[in-house]
Each structure stands twice: as structure tokens, then as C-alpha cells.
């Protein structure tokens, strides 16, 4: 872990990790599972769930993981995907800028194409 942390945003994390193994969970299971006590472990799950990553079954009064974490993994899914898309389209340019690396040029040696497209693709998606 960082030198230099928040016990909130870790107590946060480990609360969110605790549904790894357990599908839903009470205030008292989260509690003793992250060793805060159940009025800080109240705060943190309100907050959460306030922002959609938790989300309380009416039936069981107990929490389960939203669909807020649901979405940002698809983001990161989605950007891994565009990542390998980019770069597999663009990996033949690389090759023919090595090979013409030989002659004058506008641009820096191993200069990496496909690397330098990525970079805008991922900036302008942003």
C-alpha cells in the first residue's frame, strides 16, 4: 500500500472487497470484516450506495455490489478492447516506418505510429 493514504478511500476499498466472497452482506459482516465499527461502516456503505456501487435488498435489509461498478468495468473493458483494435490496425505502419528510419525524415527516430495513434485516440476519447 502507498505511504501516503486515505483510511476512508482504503476502508472504502476494503468494504467494496469484502462482496468478492460474500454475494450480500449486513452493516455488522462488513464491520468485522474491514475492523471498523458499525456506525463508520454505516457511513461508508450510505456513501456508497449513495454514488451506486452498493445497493441494499429490500428483502434481507443487507448490500450488494451496484451497477455502478457494473458500468466502469465495461469502460475499462470497452477501452482495453479499443486499445488492441487500434494498435492490431495499426502495427503494419510500424514496419514500414522502421524500414524507412534509414532515409531523412519530419520526425524523430523510432518514431512508433501506432503508438502515437493510440495516444490520440485515448486523448480524444477521454
Known sequence: MPRETSQNVVNALR?????AKEEELGITELSEAIGVG?????????????FGYLRQNPATK??????????LGSLVQDRQEMV???????S????ELESAEEKPM??????N????WLSLVLVLGS
Open 106 to 111: 519530419m520526425f524523430p527516430p523510432k518514431f
Open 92 to 95: 503494419p505502419f510500424d514496419a
Open 62 to 71: 443487507k448490500y450488494r455490489l451496484g451497477m455502478k461498478l457494473v458500468y
Open 15 to 19: 468494504l467494496l472487497e469484502c462482496f
Open 38 to 50: 458499525k456506525t463508520a461502516t454505516s457511513r461508508l456503505v450510505s456513501s456508497l450506495e449513495g
Open 84 to 90: 488492441r483494435m487500434v494498435s492490431d490496425t495499426l
Open 113 to 116: 505510429m501506432a503508438a502515437s
